[in-house]
């Protein structure tokens, strides 16, 4: 044992002797930040508000009602807003639920994508949730997605939402551009264009 602890001794110093130029290895080795979607003195939102709900980042103190409110409308959100069973599915667990929520987080910290929480004004149930992030398509500034869970859908909240969110990214973000996919340009040549990349 005693020969043992020598030898990790000898090479915790080993490893202190050469620790600049092990990270310094592992600075140039990391894949290059992103850039940030907006410019550097641009006061991102952290809350916008409309009649009956406020916008707010997503991030794990929201994990289980954002949760509770995509798992209510798995089949409308297929259909309406991924076009796909990748997401929401069933039996999403708690768990990635929160490192969804902290990658939210991460990338809202990091200004390469903004994703928020649409809630009732007291903050206790999400309605849906909106998205700002950078376009895969030449031309565009950035790409703005939303979605409402079904039974805001069915009471007429998505369009109502839609119509804030235009007025919101005109007034208080510094984007010329912005692409609405299924909207101001439909899914089918939005496809088309990002296929191309």
């Not at 020598?6 to 050469?18: E, I, M, P, T």
């Not at 409308?73 to 969804?100: C, V, Y």
């Not at 990338?107 to 376009?135: H, I, K, M, W």
Request: proline share 7%.
């Amino acid at each position: 044992m005693a020969g043992l602890g020598r030898a990790l001794a000898g090479l915790a110093v080993l490893l202190s002797a050469g620790a600049a130029s092990v990270s310094t290895t592992a600075v140039t080795a990391e894949a290059p930040a992103k850039p940030s979607l907006v410019p550097a003195d641009f006061t991102v939102p952290t809350r916008v508000e409309g009649k009956g709900f406020q916008i707010v980042p997503l991030g794990p103190d929201l994990a289980a009602i954002d949760k509770a409110a995509y798992m209510s409308s798995i089949a409308h959100l297929q259909q309406t807003f991924t076009r796909s069973t990748a997401w929401p599915h069933e039996g999403i667990t708690d768990a990635e639920a929160l490192t969804d929520m902290e990658t939210e987080q991460a990338r809202f910290a990091a200004r390469t994508s903004f994703a928020y929480a649409v809630l009732t004004p007291d903050g206790t149930r999400e309605r849906g949730c909106v998205y700002v992030q950078p376009s895969p398509v030449p031309g565009y500034d950035a790409v703005v997605r939303l979605w409402v869970t079904k039974a805001e859908y069915e009471a007429g909240f998505e369009e109502e939402l839609y119509a804030f969110v235009r007025g919101w990214m005109a007034k208080d973000w510094p984007f010329t551009r912005v692409a609405y996919p299924g909207r101001t340009i439909d899914w089918a040549n939005w496809d088309a264009l990002t296929a191309k990349d």
